[in-house]
T-cell receptor, first 114, second 109 residues
Framework: GAGVSQSPSNKVTEKGKDVELRCDPI?????LYWYRQSLGQGLEFLIY????????KSGLPSDRFSAERTGGSVSTLTIQRTQQEDSAVYLC????????????FGQGTRLTVV | QKEVEQNSGPLSVPEGAIASLNCTYS??????FFWYRQYSGKSPELIMF????GDKEDGRFTAQLNKASQYVSLLIRDSQPSDSATYLC?????????FGPGTSLSVIP
């Protein structure tokens, strides 16, 4: 597809379980961002990739959160031992390195921890 | 000081009026400035960008940039109920885009 693809669209998990969220960016986009958005709130920055490197991980809320990117393409955000406060929409965006402000967002993954 | 700041709103304007959305940023080295629109339950989408001081017009939208004051604004003329959304200001800094918290706009019919 031509856009940013995220999977799954919705995920319901039990507290304490691990979850993996996937982002497939637009082909050729070297910059990739993960954000979290709670209901009615703004974008909470989590992590930024340039290629496979993560120059800025400052937004990851705790060591239960990790992310990786392989082949300069697909990225996976992993949340271990999920808590109810992790419930939110997780958004991924990608952009060209030379035009990093023109970010294209995926449709998001709605995570519900019960 | 937060890197990109916006009034959270909500900003309410009557249909047909001009909506004015404001944004300030902290990094004087920022070169590129963007406005995104996010409808409720949807992902943000880019609607305007501006790189040089002054005004840039696109239809009913005008972006204004003043680098000396570190200030960016978005004017929406002839506001329509369909413009009701959250508007996010974004700034590039050190090869990365930084988003503001967004301003919620409500256009009242």
């Amino acid at each position: 597809g031509a856009g940013v693809s995220q999977s799954p669209s919705n995920k319901v998990t039990e507290k304490g379980k691990d979850v993996e969220l996937r982002c497939d960016p637009i082909s050729g986009h070297t910059a990739l961002y993960w954000y979290r958005q709670s209901l009615g709130q703004g974008l909470e920055f989590l992590i930024y990739f340039q290629g496979n490197s993560a120059p800025d991980k400052s937004g990851l809320p705790s060591d239960r959160f990790s992310a990786e990117r392989t082949g300069g393409s697909v990225s996976t955000l992993t949340i271990q031992r999920t808590q109810q406060e992790d419930s939110a929409v997780y958004l991924c965006a990608s952009s060209l390195r030379e035009d990093t402000g023109r970010a294209f967002f995926g449709q998001g993954t709605r995570l519900t921890v019960v | 000081q937060k890197e990109v700041e916006q009034n959270s709103g909500p900003l309410s304007v009557p249909e047909g009026a001009i909506a004015s959305l404001n944004c300030t940023y902290s990094d004087r080295g920022s070169q590129s400035f963007f406005w995104y629109r996010q409808y409720s339950g949807k992902s943000p989408e880019l609607i305007m960008f501006i790189y040089s001081n002054g005004d840039k017009e696109d239809g009913r939208f005008t972006a204004q940039l003043n680098k000396a004051s570190q200030y960016v604004s978005l004017l929406i003329r002839d506001s329509q109920p369909s413009d009701s959304a959250t508007y996010l200001c974004a700034v590039t800094s050190y090869d990365k885009v930084i988003f503001g918290p967004g301003t919620s706009l409500s256009v009242i019919p």
